[in-house]
């Protein structure tokens, strides 16, 4: 998706104002307003106009990524809020796309952020020009050339931890594809009495301690040198370590980058060893020595050091002593040489050491231009960045020559800020074809002037001071001064016998003050003459000539006496204002880019805004002068189009689409909002506000009408939101009933689902159950026929068995006929040779172990010892047959005796009654076998225990043998009546079963008889003495189901009361006395009339016939 364009403006979300020419009302009390205020929301940019005044945050800020480059890339200078990068755009891009040469002008106090800013400039340029491995090399070495110049030229100073000591111009030049070729740095006045001395809490330059920190041991031994900064008199130490800086990796950072910017290793060495001549140069002291003529002369007082420097410098060591203590004045070709005194050679070491310092310092510059400059001779575009210091002013009369040229420089730099300001005003009306109206602003050349009149400017006094013969002292200065200036308007002085200052205590007499347009400042005239003079002994140059030390050598070509210039050197003020002429003459052929520097407290603090400190600032840089200048005309001109893009929501005819001009819409639009017309001008192609309250107004125009555009534009989004939501709802809500519906019907589908499956589940039971009942079937059919083969197999094998079985006991027979044949032939044979008996003795024998053999034969194989167990082993052979026969009678009576003795008197009683039985009726009658098993209880009925029978047992005597209920049979009739049948020992008694009532009484000596059938019936009956008293009514015929036991227990209890014994018969047919007749009993087997129970019946008067199933 293409990325929407949005058109934003510089006036979107401002915070105050974002350019200080829309500042209403304007005066510095706003002015500082709007710069804290925006300050304080980490907005540390703001225009005027084109320049950009950055005020130091003191911390870094997330608004230098490369998205926020990317944000600034090709984006118009007022399109966005105000930026260091907008700046460097523009710049860059009408560099590359208008071939314009560009200047960026940075300038502000010590800690005010210059080199920072310069360095943001450059990466910005860096990261947006061309890519490719040539042009990434040369923007490497032009972005390492500052860590290398920063080592040498800057300090730690009380405002700036790292302090620019030097003013520093780069020319960065960039082919007509806007690549960059190369570049060309110009350095200016070097601080150079810092190497010598500094100030309480500052350092001398980085490079010093960067090199005691961190050079190898190795390399310092080489230097001779120690890491030991109290050993080094040019080194402050009361603050040696700065707080976050690290001197040691900083140096290895510094060699690194002189790798990339090109120096080979001897140079960076030389260079190295320049740095530590310098540094042992402050350790050489002297000493006073009187001399013949009463004068004192100097003499090094430890030689030690000395010889070291000229060791390492390759300078021969008697030529510098001398001219540590010898001074030769050369004029019209005359020598004269002169003793210094200490002081003097105090003040001749630290000259050389300032200038063998600045002057490498020149060197190294040069030597990096050589490194970076543009490798081609075609046509190049050129940016160059200025880094130098603002306006300085200290308090107390504190300033010095130094920012008395730095002031210069500045005034200078105002002037041409204006010329071009004006300039580039005035073309721009004239370009829009708007009418120039004169502007008054105040003009600073007359203080330019005041500085830099050849003639009587304050710099030519000096040098002309300088140069008169006879004694110059900065007092005789400041006359000349006073002389020549006294009645310049912004030249002021104690003694200028202007009566304006004649008594102004501000004033100090050893002082003059200039009003310069940021301010008045106060020099005092000290050291102005030395400084300017910058002095530095021949002896010592051409001391320094002689050295061995390539680099030295190269550094003082003055001093090789071939070329002795006895004019003068020129003057360090003539110098500079030679090299700002130059700058300002470069600067005057470019686009002038302005940033302004300024410095929010004195504490590098962040967050702090020290307002005095910022008004201090703001007057001096001429800020105030800057908006007022560029306010002159019109205060803001914005191109048509952008400008009709912007308020054209504030006219009917505009918005949303204007079809025509973006000129005409402009017309329209302003004409519709009856803006006065003395407020605007139409240019070619910008309109032009007068006043930036215009510009407020339509400002607050369109953000009342943006509002009311929102609020449209919200309620349109609501109808359409709340629309989506509708139709969203309606969609869902068609989505959920069809899922309802589904849902129900996939339910009703399982339903019948299941159901089919139960359905389903019955018949394939039912057909399994079918199947299985077929498949019973089969198996036993298959069962059957293998029951009938199995059959049949085994009785053809039993046949097969018995045919084998005859063929082996044939074979057998034969084998044994044979043998007794062969037996038989061979006694035949050979029983001439036995003797008459042997025969009879082995037959003997043989038959004696026969018999043993079968005696231990029948001891393993004996039967168990219950008696009735019918096993008995075969027998072995024929002859012992009886034998056999005889040892198992013996051996089953032997164990039946044994298990007799094991009975007790109640057991044999019992086993003799049923051997009584047996006896009796073994294989007689049928009923016997059933009566085995049962007990013989004798007493079944307990007359003793039933209350019922209690008269009946009273009755009784004797001991009851058998009491038991029978069936009487009816003589009469053959029916049966149930009657009490009870055997005493003596008596036989039949009583009712109801009462208990005795019916009849027959002692056993009347018992003749018991006859009974031999069939499996109970029938028996029971025959009395012919004439006894109980024989009246007859015999007895009962039925009982005990007839076995009752009468084994007849026949016992007979034969012990009676000595007789009681003849039982067995026959199927008997005769018993009814009274006087004799019935015929007969039993008759098969009916089966009343099923399995035997019944009775009379038939005549002879015959009683009893049915057995
Ligand atoms: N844009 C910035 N963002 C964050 N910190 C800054 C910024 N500008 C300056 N500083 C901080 O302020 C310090 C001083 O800045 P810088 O060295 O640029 O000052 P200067 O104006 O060059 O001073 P001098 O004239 O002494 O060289 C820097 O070391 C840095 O800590
Ligand atoms: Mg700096």
């Given at each position: 998706m293409a990325k929407m364009e949005v058109k934003s403006s510089l006036l979107d979300n401002m915070i105050g104002v974002g350019d200080m020419v829309l500042l209403e009302p304007l005066n510095e009390e706003t002015f500082i307003d709007n710069l804290k205020k925006r300050f304080d929301h980490n907005e540390i940019y703001t225009y005027i106009g084109s320049v950009v005044i950055s005020v130091n945050p003191y911390r870094s800020l997330p608004i230098y990524s490369p998205e926020k480059v990317e944000d600034y890339r090709n984006r118009n200078f007022y399109e966005l809020s105000p930026h260091i990068f907008a700046l460097s755009d523009e710049a860059y891009r009408s560099l590359r796309d208008q071939d314009k040469d560009q200047c960026i002008l940075i300038t502000g106090e010590s800690g005010a952020g210059k080199t920072e800013a310069s360095k943001l400039v450059m990466s910005y340029v860096a990261a947006v020009c061309g890519k490719g491995a040539e042009v990434n090399e040369v923007k490497e070495q032009l972005l390492q050339s500052n860590p290398v110049l920063e080592a040498f030229g800057n300090a730690k100073t009380v405002r700036n931890d790292n302090s620019s000591r030097f003013g520093k111009y780069m020319d960065i030049e960039f082919d007509f594809k806007g690549d960059p070729l190369g570049g060309v740095i110009s350095n200016y006045l070097l601080e150079k009495s810092r190497v010598v001395k500094q100030p309480r809490g500052e350092r001398n330059f980085h490079v010093f301690y960067q090199l005691l920190s961190g050079a190898s041991e190795e390399l310092l031994h080489k230097l001779k040198l120690e890491r030991d900064f109290s050993r080094y008199n040019y080194l402050s130490l009361d603050s040696a370590k700065v707080n976050g800086v690290d001197d040691a990796a900083n140096f290895r950072t510094v060699r690194n980058a002189m790798q990339i910017v090109g120096f080979m290793d001897h140079e960076t060495e030389a260079v190295l060893e320049v740095v530590a001549a310098v540094l042992k140069l402050g350790n050489i002291e002297f000493k006073p020595e009187s001399r013949m003529n009463g004068l004192d002369e100097s003499k090094i007082k430890d030689k030690n050091e000395l010889k070291e420097i000229c060791e390492l410098t390759s300078i021969d060591q008697l030529v510098l002593e001398r001219a540590f203590s010898f001074r030769t004045v050369e004029a019209k070709q005359e020598k004269v040489s002169t003793t210094l005194n200490v002081a003097q050679a105090y003040y001749a070491r630290d000259a050389l050491a300032k200038n063998l310092y600045s002057r490498l310092f020149s060197w190294l510059v040069n030597r990096i231009n050589e490194s970076i400059k543009a490798q081609t001779k075609v046509r190049k575009k050129v940016m160059g960045v200025l880094d130098i210091y603002g306006f300085e002013i200290f308090e107390n009369a504190d300033n010095s020559f130094e920012q008395f040229i730095i002031n210069y420089c500045n005034e200078k730099l105002q002037q041409i800020f204006i010329e071009l300001t004006l300039k580039e005003e005035q073309e721009e009306y004239i370009r829009e074809d708007i009418e120039w109206t004169h502007i008054d602003y105040f003009n600073n050349a007359i203080i330019c002037d005041l500085i830099e009149n050849n003639t009587n400017g304050i710099l030519a006094m000096l040098d002309e001071e300088c140069l008169r013969p006879g004694t110059v002292t900065d007092d005789t200065f400041l006359e000349k001064l006073n002389q020549v200036c006294a009645t310049h308007q912004h030249f002021e002085s104690r003694m200028s016998k202007c009566s304006r200052f004649l008594n102004d205590t501000t004033l100090p007499h050893s002082c003059f003050r200039i009003q310069h347009y940021a301010g008045k400042v106060l020099y005092q005239v000290e050291g102005f003459v030395d400084?300017?003079?910058?002095?530095?002994?021949?002896?010592?140059?051409?001391?320094?000539?002689?050295?061995?030390?390539?680099?030295?050598?190269?550094?003082?070509?003055?001093?090789?006496?071939?070329?002795?210039?006895?004019?003068?050197?020129?003057?360090?003020?003539?110098?500079?204002?030679?090299?700002?002429?130059?700058?300002?003459?470069?600067?005057?052929?470019?686009?002038?880019?302005?940033?302004?520097?300024?410095?929010?407290?004195?504490?590098?603090?962040?967050?702090?805004?020290?307002?005095?400190?910022?008004?201090?600032?703001?007057?001096?840089?001429?800020?105030?002068?800057?908006?007022?200048?560029?306010?002159?005309?019109?205060?803001?001109?914005?191109?048509?189009?952008?400008?009709?893009?912007?308020?054209?929501?504030?006219?009917?005819?505009?918005?949303?689409?204007?079809?025509?001009?973006?000129?005409?819409?402009?017309?329209?639009?302003?004409?519709?909002?009856?803006?006065?017309?003395?407020?605007?001008?139409?240019?070619?192609?910008?309109?032009?506000?007068?006043?930036?309250?215009?510009?407020?107004?339509?400002?607050?125009?369109?953000?009342?009408?943006?509002?009311?555009?929102?609020?449209?534009?919200?309620?349109?989004?609501?109808?359409?939101?709340?629309?989506?939501?509708?139709?969203?709802?309606?969609?869902?809500?068609?989505?959920?009933?069809?899922?309802?519906?589904?849902?129900?019907?996939?339910?009703?589908?399982?339903?019948?689902?299941?159901?089919?499956?139960?359905?389903?589940?019955?018949?394939?039971?039912?057909?399994?159950?079918?199947?299985?009942?077929?498949?019973?079937?089969?198996?036993?059919?298959?069962?059957?026929?293998?029951?009938?083969?199995?059959?049949?197999?085994?009785?053809?094998?039993?046949?097969?068995?018995?045919?084998?079985?005859?063929?082996?006991?044939?074979?057998?027979?034969?084998?044994?006929?044979?043998?007794?044949?062969?037996?038989?032939?061979?006694?035949?044979?050979?029983?001439?040779?036995?003797?008459?008996?042997?025969?009879?003795?082995?037959?003997?024998?043989?038959?004696?172990?026969?018999?043993?053999?079968?005696?231990?034969?029948?001891?393993?194989?004996?039967?168990?010892?219950?008696?009735?167990?019918?096993?008995?082993?075969?027998?072995?052979?024929?002859?012992?047959?009886?034998?056999?026969?005889?040892?198992?009678?013996?051996?089953?009576?032997?164990?039946?005796?044994?298990?007799?003795?094991?009975?007790?008197?109640?057991?044999?009683?019992?086993?003799?009654?049923?051997?009584?039985?047996?006896?009796?009726?073994?294989?007689?009658?049928?009923?016997?076998?059933?009566?085995?098993?049962?007990?013989?209880?004798?007493?079944?009925?307990?007359?003793?225990?039933?209350?019922?029978?209690?008269?009946?047992?009273?009755?009784?005597?004797?001991?009851?043998?058998?009491?038991?209920?029978?069936?009487?049979?009816?003589?009469?009739?053959?029916?049966?009546?149930?009657?009490?049948?009870?055997?005493?020992?003596?008596?036989?008694?039949?009583?009712?079963?109801?009462?208990?009532?005795?019916?009849?009484?027959?002692?056993?000596?009347?018992?003749?008889?018991?006859?009974?059938?031999?069939?499996?019936?109970?029938?028996?009956?029971?025959?009395?003495?012919?004439?006894?008293?109980?024989?009246?009514?007859?015999?007895?015929?009962?039925?009982?189901?005990?007839?076995?036991?009752?009468?084994?227990?007849?026949?016992?209890?007979?034969?012990?009361?009676?000595?007789?014994?009681?003849?039982?018969?067995?026959?199927?047919?008997?005769?018993?006395?009814?009274?006087?007749?004799?019935?015929?009993?007969?039993?008759?087997?098969?009916?089966?009339?009343?099923?399995?129970?035997?019944?009775?019946?009379?038939?005549?008067?002879?015959?009683?016939?009893?049915?057995?199933?």
């Amino acid at each position: 998706m293409a990325k929407m364009e949005v058109k934003s403006s510089l006036l979107d979300n401002m915070i105050g104002v974002g350019d200080m020419v829309l500042l209403e009302p304007l005066n510095e009390e706003t002015f500082i307003d709007n710069l804290k205020k925006r300050f304080d929301h980490n907005e540390i940019y703001t225009y005027i106009g084109s320049v950009v005044i950055s005020v130091n945050p003191y911390r870094s800020l997330p608004i230098y990524s490369p998205e926020k480059v990317e944000d600034y890339r090709n984006r118009n200078f007022y399109e966005l809020s105000p930026h260091i990068f907008a700046l460097s755009d523009e710049a860059y891009r009408s560099l590359r796309d208008q071939d314009k040469d560009q200047c960026i002008l940075i300038t502000g106090e010590s800690g005010a952020g210059k080199t920072e800013a310069s360095k943001l400039v450059m990466s910005y340029v860096a990261a947006v020009c061309g890519k490719g491995a040539e042009v990434n090399e040369v923007k490497e070495q032009l972005l390492q050339s500052n860590p290398v110049l920063e080592a040498f030229g800057n300090a730690k100073t009380v405002r700036n931890d790292n302090s620019s000591r030097f003013g520093k111009y780069m020319d960065i030049e960039f082919d007509f594809k806007g690549d960059p070729l190369g570049g060309v740095i110009s350095n200016y006045l070097l601080e150079k009495s810092r190497v010598v001395k500094q100030p309480r809490g500052e350092r001398n330059f980085h490079v010093f301690y960067q090199l005691l920190s961190g050079a190898s041991e190795e390399l310092l031994h080489k230097l001779k040198l120690e890491r030991d900064f109290s050993r080094y008199n040019y080194l402050s130490l009361d603050s040696a370590k700065v707080n976050g800086v690290d001197d040691a990796a900083n140096f290895r950072t510094v060699r690194n980058a002189m790798q990339i910017v090109g120096f080979m290793d001897h140079e960076t060495e030389a260079v190295l060893e320049v740095v530590a001549a310098v540094l042992k140069l402050g350790n050489i002291e002297f000493k006073p020595e009187s001399r013949m003529n009463g004068l004192d002369e100097s003499k090094i007082k430890d030689k030690n050091e000395l010889k070291e420097i000229c060791e390492l410098t390759s300078i021969d060591q008697l030529v510098l002593e001398r001219a540590f203590s010898f001074r030769t004045v050369e004029a019209k070709q005359e020598k004269v040489s002169t003793t210094l005194n200490v002081a003097q050679a105090y003040y001749a070491r630290d000259a050389l050491a300032k200038n063998l310092y600045s002057r490498l310092f020149s060197w190294l510059v040069n030597r990096i231009n050589e490194s970076i400059k543009a490798q081609t001779k075609v046509r190049k575009k050129v940016m160059g960045v200025l880094d130098i210091y603002g306006f300085e002013i200290f308090e107390n009369a504190d300033n010095s020559f130094e920012q008395f040229i730095i002031n210069y420089c500045n005034e200078k730099l105002q002037q041409i800020f204006i010329e071009l300001t004006l300039k580039e005003e005035q073309e721009e009306y004239i370009r829009e074809d708007i009418e120039w109206t004169h502007i008054d602003y105040f003009n600073n050349a007359i203080i330019c002037d005041l500085i830099e009149n050849n003639t009587n400017g304050i710099l030519a006094m000096l040098d002309e001071e300088c140069l008169r013969p006879g004694t110059v002292t900065d007092d005789t200065f400041l006359e000349k001064l006073n002389q020549v200036c006294a009645t310049h308007q912004h030249f002021e002085s104690r003694m200028s016998k202007c009566s304006r200052f004649l008594n102004d205590t501000t004033l100090p007499h050893s002082c003059f003050r200039i009003q310069h347009y940021a301010g008045k400042v106060l020099y005092q005239v000290e050291g102005f003459v030395d400084k300017n003079n910058d002095l530095l002994y021949r002896d010592l140059s051409q001391a320094m000539w002689k050295a061995g030390h390539g680099l030295i050598k190269s550094l003082f070509p003055e001093g090789n006496p071939a070329k002795v210039n006895l004019k003068r050197p020129p003057t360090a003020g003539s110098q500079f204002k030679a090299s700002v002429a130059t700058l300002m003459k470069n600067l005057q052929t470019k686009n002038p880019n302005y940033i302004r520097c300024i410095k929010p407290n004195d504490k590098k603090a962040a967050h702090i805004f020290n307002e005095s400190l910022v008004c201090h600032q703001i007057r001096y840089l001429g800020l105030l002068e800057n908006v007022r200048v560029r306010r002159a005309g019109y205060a803001f001109r914005q191109a048509y189009e952008p400008c009709l893009e912007r308020y054209k929501m504030l006219c009917k005819q505009t918005w949303p689409h204007w079809k025509g001009p973006a000129r005409s819409g402009v017309e329209i639009l302003f004409n519709e909002l009856e803006i006065p017309t003395e407020e605007y001008s139409f240019g070619r192609s910008k309109i032009f506000i007068r006043n930036p309250r215009t510009l407020f107004q339509l400002e607050d125009l369109r953000k009342q009408r943006l509002e009311d555009l929102a609020t449209l534009i919200q309620k349109i989004y609501r109808g359409w939101k709340c629309r989506t939501h509708f139709l969203l709802m309606k969609k869902s809500q068609v989505v959920i009933a069809a899922w309802c519906r589904r849902y129900a019907q996939q339910k009703r589908y399982q339903q019948i689902k299941s159901s089919a499956l139960v359905v389903q589940s019955y018949i394939r039971g039912w057909k399994a159950r079918k199947l299985l009942r077929e498949l019973k079937h089969q198996k036993r059919c298959k069962e059957a026929v293998t029951t009938i083969a199995a059959y049949w197999h085994g009785t053809q094998a039993r046949r097969e068995l018995k045919r084998l079985k005859e063929e082996a006991r044939r074979k057998h027979a034969v084998a044994v006929i044979w043998a007794y044949w062969l037996g038989l032939k061979v006694r035949r044979e050979y029983r001439k040779f036995f003797r008459a008996n042997a025969g009879k003795k082995i037959y003997e024998f043989t038959l004696q172990r026969i018999v043993q053999k079968y005696f231990l034969e029948m001891k393993n194989k004996m039967p168990s010892l219950s008696p009735i167990d019918k096993n008995w082993p075969s027998r072995p052979y024929l002859f012992l047959d009886s034998t056999h026969k005889e040892l198992k009678r013996i051996f089953h009576l032997w164990r039946c005796k044994k298990y007799r003795d094991q009975f007790t008197d109640q057991q044999k009683l019992i086993y003799e009654e049923k051997l009584e039985a047996s006896e009796l009726f073994k294989d007689k009658k049928a009923l016997y076998p059933s009566s085995v098993g049962q007990p013989f209880q004798g007493a079944y009925l307990e007359i003793n225990k039933n209350p019922k029978y209690k008269k009946l047992k009273d009755a009784i005597e004797e001991k009851i043998i058998i009491a038991e209920v029978v069936n009487k049979i009816n003589r009469a009739n053959g029916k049966s009546t149930s009657r009490i049948f009870l055997l005493t020992n003596n008596n036989l008694l039949l009583a009712d079963q109801k009462s208990g009532q005795i019916k009849s009484e027959v002692p056993l000596v009347d018992v003749t008889k018991v006859s009974m059938s031999s069939q499996n019936d109970g029938f028996f009956a029971v025959h009395l003495k012919e004439g006894s008293e109980a024989a009246s009514k007859g015999d007895f015929l009962f039925s009982s189901d005990h007839l076995i036991e009752m009468a084994t227990k007849l026949y016992r209890t007979t034969l012990s009361q009676t000595n007789q014994k009681l003849n039982i018969e067995i026959s199927d047919e008997f005769l018993v006395q009814f009274r006087q007749d004799k019935v015929c009993v007969k039993f008759i087997q098969g009916s089966q009339k009343n099923g399995s129970v035997p019944t009775c019946k009379r038939k005549n008067n002879r015959l009683l016939e009893v049915a057995v199933p």
